[in-house]
């Protein structure tokens, strides 16, 4: 079954640097997500992204934050200026629009890039 | 805006008990609900969903749910628990109206006590 990929699997980054987590999303796939995850606490939406711009993003989502999709299969995450309240587990999502109610079709997650920042 | 949630950090069953995790939602509108299972150092991998017709759905690994709109609640279930299914359960919802973003509660962790 094709999956999602997430590089690497785990960073460590000093606070202040920049940061770009990577994801290949599954190849048939229309629309892409990233999510984090802090130790202990929920599961957070981060951005959406669909038709080479975002859809929507969260109030976590600042101008610190940017995504691309630089070429017909990775999806990128990065972190201009890394903070230590940065420190998460970033997990990649894509799902397909399916036909009709494209409401139906669930997130399929990579296994997500642990970041740590010091 | 849409939220979930998951009342117990954890939940204890024994092997071959039947086993429960909770969850309410709130949403407006027609809510669209979905499980997902972490297993260690793995992605979050979807269970099941609801979106409209029966409120029992089944989905994967022999685990069903229950949505119960007067309760809005969306409980994962499954009648016989096995040590395999220890892992970190998250429930989601998505609203109808064009929202894109799904909101997931906490985590529910499942330990199965063989």
């Known amino acids: 079954e094709p999956e999602v990929t997430q590089t690497p699997s785990h960073q460590v980054t000093q606070m202040g640097q920049e940061v770009i987590l990577r994801c290949v999303p599954i190849?048939?796939?229309?629309?892409f997500y990233w999510y984090r995850q802090i130790l202990g606490q929920k599961v957070e939406f981060l951005v959406s992204?669909?038709?080479?711009?975002?859809?929507?993003k969260s109030e976590i989502f600042d101008d610190q934050f940017s995504v691309e999709r630089p070429d017909g299969s990775n999806f990128t995450l990065k972190i201009r200026s890394t903070k230590l309240e940065d420190s998460a587990m970033y997990f990649c999502a894509s799902r397909t629009s399916g036909t009709g109610n494209w409401q139906n079709s669930p997130l399929h997650f990579g296994n997500g890039t642990r970041l740590t920042v010091t | 805006a849409q939220s979930v949630a998951q009342p117990e950090d954890q939940v204890n069953v024994a092997e071959g008990n039947p086993l429960t995790v909770k969850c309410t939602y709130s949403v407006s509108g027609n809510p669209y609900l979905f499980w997902y299972v972490q297993y260690p150092n793995r992605g979050l991998q979807f269970l099941l969903k609801y979106i409209t017709g029966d409120n029992l759905v089944k989905g994967s690994y022999g685990f069903e749910a229950e949505f119960n709109k007067s309760q809005t609640s969306f409980h994962l279930k499954k009648p016989s628990a096995l040590v395999s299914d220890s892992a970190l359960y998250f429930c989601a919802v998505r609203g109808p109206y064009g929202n894109n973003r799904l909101a997931f509660g906490k985590g529910n962790q499942v330990v199965v006590i063989p």
């Open positions: 190849s048939n796939h229309l629309y």
């Open positions: 992204f669909y038709n080479n711009e975002i859809s929507e």
